[in-house]
């Protein structure tokens, strides 16, 4: 690892949750070598892969942490094994980033420098581009409206203030704050878990914030591969339980934000997708991870 700079604010660990991560975790983890700023600790916690992926991390980058998780719990419960461990050993602050991007070399400091910057500030997001083109995904996070159900991810830097949550891709979160609002919520198996604990953080008096000098490249989901029903379902579940969380009218949101995307995939032919969100309303297994 480089580093251009002591490392005078405390430790920071890096988090990776694997889930049959190749090739692009091999990536992830090169990319956390050359970072200017050097982390403390990689932990890798690997959520029961079915790849070669355990071996050849540990084969590569014997220098990383790596955690085996006996099954594949989601990536909250992962992130909670890695997080549990930084805070125990006295992290200062703890960058999650998935294992499917990959971090420009001064990602990390960028992130850092802004939550030294200000005290109140609980975390911080990146500036996601797609893998391999010049064009963002996201700008830090996205805005969400407790009354639609509407969440979308931003492209450029709001004219006031910060998004309303950021993104998991890639969050250096405060140890401070996540000791005053708790970690990742387990009950989010995949999504809305980082919009969960945005809300959290900011309900407790903490301030979100993005540094766009931290850019971070990112696949298009692969967790899911190509199974429409999971994602959607998964999704699905995910919104209602944020909601069913923050909004004050729970079910208005559901309503009308699954209820529009229940009837545009039908009107697409998307028959799998529709039954997903369905399925993510209604069927008692909606949390349920493929096997």
Request: charged share 15%.
């Amino acid at each position: 690892m480089q580093q251009s700079q002591e490392n005078q604010w405390g430790p920071v660990y890096v988090v990776l949750v694997n889930y049959n991560g190749l090739p692009h975790v091999l990536d992830c983890l090169s990319s956390l070598m050359s970072q200017t700023y050097a982390p403390s600790e990689i932990v890798v916690v690997d959520n029961a892969s079915r790849d070669q992926s355990p071996q050849m991390i540990q084969s590569r980058f014997p220098q990383a942490r790596f955690l085996s998780s006996p099954v594949n719990g989601g990536f909250a419960q992962g992130a909670n094994l890695g997080m549990r461990l930084a805070i125990k050993e006295g992290a200062d602050a703890v960058w999650l980033l998935n294992p499917d991007a990959t971090a420009q070399p001064q990602a990390l400091e960028a992130l850092v420098r802004a939550l030294a910057h200000d005290p109140q500030v609980g975390a911080v997001g990146s500036l996601l581009r797609w893998a391999g083109q010049d064009r963002v995904q996201a700008w830090g996070g996205g805005n969400l409206s407790l009354i639609t159900g509407r969440a979308r991810h931003i492209t450029q830097a709001p004219k006031t203030g910060a998004p309303d949550y950021l993104c998991g891709a890639s969050l250096l979160l405060r140890a401070e704050a996540l000791d005053q609002v708790g970690l990742l919520d387990p009950e989010f198996p995949l999504y809305w878990e980082d919009a969960d604990l945005s809300w959290r953080l900011r309900r407790a008096g903490w301030r979100l914030a993005v540094a766009p000098d931290s850019v971070v490249e990112h696949h298009p989901s692969t967790g899911l591969g190509d199974n429409e029903e999971a994602w959607h379902r998964l999704y699905t579940n995910g919104s209602l339980r944020f909601f069913t969380k923050h909004a004050p009218l729970p079910w208005l949101p559901v309503v009308i934000s699954s209820g529009a995307r229940l009837a545009r995939r039908a009107a697409q032919g998307r028959w799998q997708a529709a039954a997903g969100i369905w399925q993510g309303l209604f069927s008692p297994a909606r949390g349920r991870l493929p096997s």
